[in-house]
C-alpha cells in the first residue's frame, strides 16, 4: 500500500471558521493536559499514565463540541513523541504547544463516511460540507484516509487530504547516479557541478519582506494598522514558502526522473545547525525537505536513495587520485589543489563526486548481497 497526500485550499463559512478554531485550540489543549497529567503521575509513582481524551470530557464539556477523532489524534500524536523520546533521546522530551508557537491544525480519520470529497466539497465531521478549491482529480481507486485542516498566518485555511492506493514496485537496475552535497546557498551542488541556486528565486520577495516587516516594527502596538499591517507580513513569507516548496517540487523531479541513484551525506540537519550556527539557512531544513521529496518520487519508481555515512570524508578526499587531504576541514575552503595529483577541485563538487562514488559502491554491495541470498534460499 502506498500513501499519497493532495493539499487543497478550503472556503469554510464564518461558522466553519469559528468551529476550525475551536477544534485547533481543543486539539492543542487535549494535548497539553494529557501531557502534564503523565508528567505529575510519573512524577509520584514512575510509571507512564495511559490516558485517553475520553477522561477528560465530563470536566471540561468543550471537548464535546469538537470532532472526537480530533482528539484522538492528538492523543496517538502525544504517544508518537513519547515512543520518540523513548527510543531515541535525541528527539528531546515532548514539549507543551504554546497557543502563540504552535501549528494551528487538527487530523481527523474517516470512519464510515463520515468524510467525502464530491463535487468540490469536502464533507467533515461535525463542519458538515467544506468548499474546496480541487485544482487536481483525485484518481480513481484512491480511498481517502484522513484529513488535516489547518490555518495559515494569513488566514487562509487548507485541508491536506491523505489517500491510500495500491501498486506494485519493482526495483530497477541501477545505471545512471548522481552525488549530491549540502550548499548553504545554493541548497545544494551536484556531480557534474550543478547547484540548486534556489536563493535566487525569492530574494526579491526576501526585500519585500525586510520592508513589511520595518514597516510593521514603526506601527503602534495594537493598533488596528498594525494588525493589518501583520497579515500583509505572514501572506509574503507564506508566498516565499510557496515559491521554494514549488520549486523543490519541480528539480526533485526533473532529477527523480534522470537517474536511478542519489547519493548524499547522511547530515544531522540539526546538530549542524547548531554546532556551527549558521543560521537561517540550515535552520530552516530546506535540505532535509528536498531530500524527502527526492526519495519519495524515487521509490515511487523503484529507484534509490543512498545515504552515505557522515564521517565519510567526502569533502577531503581527491575524487581524482584519492589522496585524503586533512586541511580541507575549513569550510571556509571552497577551493584546493591536491597536492598528490595537482587536480584543482572546487570543494562542494569535488564532495559531490566522492559521495556518487561511495553511495554507488554501497548499493551495488548491497545488490549483489542481496542477489547472494536470494541466490542460496533457492538452492
Ligand atoms: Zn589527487
Known amino acids: 500500500m502506498q500513501y499519497t497526500a493532495y493539499f487543497f485550499r478550503i472556503y469554510p463559512t464564518d461558522k466553519q471558521k469559528e468551529l476550525f478554531v475551536k477544534t485547533f485550540g481543543c486539539a492543542r489543549s487535549i494535548y497539553n493536559k494529557m501531557l502534564a497529567d503523565k508528567i505529575e503521575h510519573y512524577k509520584q509513582t514512575k510509571k507512564m499514565l495511559k490516558n485517553t481524551p475520553a477522561q477528560y470530557k465530563k470536566k471540561f464539556p468543550y471537548f464535546k463540541e469538537v470532532d472526537s477523532l480530533a482528539l484522538a489524534n492528538a492523543q496517538f500524536h502525544l504517544e508518537g513523541a513519547f515512543s520518540n523520546f523513548f527510543q531515541n533521546p535525541k528527539f528531546g522530551f515532548p514539549n507543551f504547544k504554546s497557543k502563540k508557537n504552535s501549528r494551528r491544525s487538527y487530523t481527523t480519520n ?34 481517502l484516509k484522513a484529513v488535516t485542516v489547518s490555518q495559515k498566518g494569513s488566514g487562509k485555511f487548507y485541508a491536506s487530504i491523505l489517500f491510500e492506493y495500491e501498486e506494485e514496485i519493482t526495483n530497477k537496475e541501477p545505471k545512471s547516479f548522481l552525488g549530491m552535497d549540502y550548499s548553504m546557498h545554493d541548497l545544494y551542488v551536484d556531480s557534474e557541478g550543478n547547484k540548486g541556486e534556489y536563493e535566487r528565486f525569492y530574494r526579491k520577495s526576501e526585500q519585500k519582506l525586510k520592508r513589511e516587516q520595518r514597516k510593521l516594527s514603526l506601527m503602534k502596538k495594537g493598533s488596528r494598522n498594525r494588525a493589518k499591517q501583520r497579515i500583509k507580513v505572514a501572506k509574503v513569507h507564506e508566498k516565499i514558502a510557496n515559491c521554494r516548496k514549488d520549486f523543490m517540487q519541480k528539480k526533485s523531479r526533473q532529477i527523480a526522473n534522470v537517474y536511478d541513484c542519489v547519493c548524499i551525506e547522511n547530515l544531522d540537519m540539526k546538530g549542524m545547525s547548531q554546532s556551527l550556527n549558521f543560521g537561517k539557512s540550515v535552520h530552516d531544513n530546506a535540505f532535509g525537505k528536498f531530500i524527502e521529496m527526492l526519495s519519495y518520487k524515487l521509490q515511487r519508481q523503484g529507484k534509490y536513495l543512498v545515504e552515505v555515512d557522515k564521517f565519510y570524508p567526502s569533502s577531503q578526499l581527491c575524487s581524482v587520485c584519492g589522496y585524503q587531504n ?15 595529483c595537482g587536480t584543482r577541485h572546487d570543494r562542494d563538487i569535488n564532495a559531490a563526486v566522492n559521495l556518487l562514488k561511495e553511495g554507488k559502491r554501497l548499493l551495488l554491495n548491497q545488490i549483489k548481497k542481496n542477489r547472494g541470498a536470494l541466490g542460496d534460499s533457492l538452492l
Open 110 to 143: 474517516i470512519v464510515n463516511n463520515n468524510i467525502e470529497l464530491k463535487n468540490g466539497k469536502l464533507k467533515l465531521p461535525k463542519a458538515g460540507l467544506v468548499r474546496v478549491k480541487q485544482h487536481r482529480e483525485v484518481p480513481e481507486g484512491y480511498i
Open 326 to 340: 586533512k586541511e580541507t576541514k575549513d569550510l571556509s575552503l571552497r577551493e584546493w589543489i591536491c597536492p598528490h
